[in-house]
């Protein structure tokens, strides 16, 4: 036989037993905290056209795309994001609503990266996007319902880091930079690399006013406070805006009384280009990534023929679940399972049984013993799972035993 058979491919892995019970209780969860703010399901293909996660679009670099052709000819992808597909949907069914939409999913993104990062390629993802509402109150709405969606799962130790793009794109504009500039300037404040900033603020010779600026933003993070902080920073009206819708959204997280989890970084920059105004990421300790990923996309729509402003925000299910066992937060599986096993025999006698336990709301396995094995061996099997335990003999009318 051929061992190798047996392994899963480089980034990705099986999940099975208590570890994907687990799994279906914290979807559970969060779902039911995305129906209670009144988001509706939504299903979409887990490969699409090429050009939906394209360049042009924003979204994940062409190198870290599984791509692959139909019968025709055309480059498909498996999604490495949910957003684009969000849009897509809501530009191709939703043309002429003009009121909000509100769409919750769940399923798995794949994205080809090196196994050296640490990640996996294939991870499961639970999102909820906000279509069709382009005020500060939705933003609100959307970070308040993430902190509600943590809480759910029993996590109390995390934080949410708000920033806003556009303040970083109000300073480009003005200090009147090329995009190749823009993009790299944009890797190395998200990098906290203020040695790369300086070296590029030389190469371009910009004024000493938006120099500073560049150099202070990888240092503007922290309460509210910084807020402040960051409008005596700039001049320019795009950049001033940013900073006062933050103020408006921190006002309205303290009236859904979330504040306590949420603290500022301007310096925090997505790489998907396609985040237009907030964005927001939510950490906690036991994992070195992200397990919350959201932003305002305005104009991410616009690309698939539907104007409308829109917010949204992903729960990465995997570093959820790492970070939930980093602090030995365990969630509670409901349930009882037992296991029923018959002699052949008997057969018809432990159907009934095994019926009438299902129908009382228990799992029951149903097993026909194996000469080589004694009602002990099954009974420590039943112990080793927690489960309850009834064997039917040719001669008896049952067993009680285990949990």
């Not at 491919?9 to 209670?36: C, N, Q, W």
């Amino acid at each position: 036989m051929n061992r190798n058979l047996l392994h899963t491919p480089e980034g990705v892995r099986d999940i099975y037993g208590g570890e994907f019970a687990g799994k279906l209780k914290l979807e559970e969860l969060i779902h039911g905290k995305f129906k209670s703010f009144g988001y509706q399901d939504i299903q979409t293909p887990s490969f699409e056209f090429f050009d939906v996660f394209s360049r042009e679009i924003g979204t994940t670099p062409s190198k870290e795309l599984y791509k692959f052709f139909d019968k025709e000819g055309n480059t498909l992808v498996l999604r490495p994001d949910f957003t684009p597909s969000m849009a897509r949907c809501a530009a191709k069914y939703f043309m002429e609503e003009t009121f909000p939409i509100r769409f919750c999913y769940s399923g798995n993104t794949f994205t080809n990266i090196s196994s050296l990062q640490g990640k996996l390629c294939e991870v499961t993802q639970m999102g909820a996007e906000l279509i069709g509402d382009g005020s500060v109150e939705a933003d609100a709405e959307m970070i308040a319902m993430l902190i509600e969606c943590l809480k759910s799962t029993g996590l109390q130790q995390f934080q949410v880091t708000v920033g806003q793009a556009d303040y970083f794109r109000g300073l480009c504009e003005a200090a009147g930079l090329p995009e190749e500039t823009e993009l790299a300037l944009r890797e190395n404040v998200s990098g906290k690399n203020i040695f790369g900033v300086e070296d590029l603020l030389k190469e371009q010779h910009i004024e000493e006013e938006y120099r500073e600026a560049f150099l202070r933003i990888t240092e503007l993070f922290g309460t509210a406070e910084v807020l402040d902080k960051a409008e005596a920073l700039v001049s320019n009206a795009r950049s001033m805006r940013a900073v006062e819708r933050l103020k408006q959204l921190y006002e309205l997280l303290t009236v859904y009384g979330v504040q306590r989890y949420v603290s500022f970084d301007f310096g925090m920059l997505s790489k998907y280009h396609y985040y237009t105004g907030v964005t927001f990421r939510a950490y906690t300790y036991g994992v070195g990534d992200a397990i919350v990923k959201g932003g305002r996309y305005d104009n991410l729509l616009g690309t698939f023929g539907k104007d409308a402003p829109a917010v949204g925000f992903v729960v990465v299910l995997d570093d959820l679940m790492t970070a939930m066992a980093s602090q030995k937060i365990a969630l509670s599986v409901e349930g009882k399972h037992a296991i029923v096993v018959y002699e052949k025999a008997a057969f018809e006698k432990a159907l009934l049984r095994a019926n009438e336990l299902r129908g009382s709301g228990v799992c029951v396995e149903l097993i026909q013993s194996d000469e080589g094995k004694t009602e002990k061996d099954y009974r420590k099997l039943a112990e080793r799972r927690g489960y309850l335990l009834e064997y039917f003999g040719v001669d008896d009318g049952g067993t009680l035993a285990g949990r």
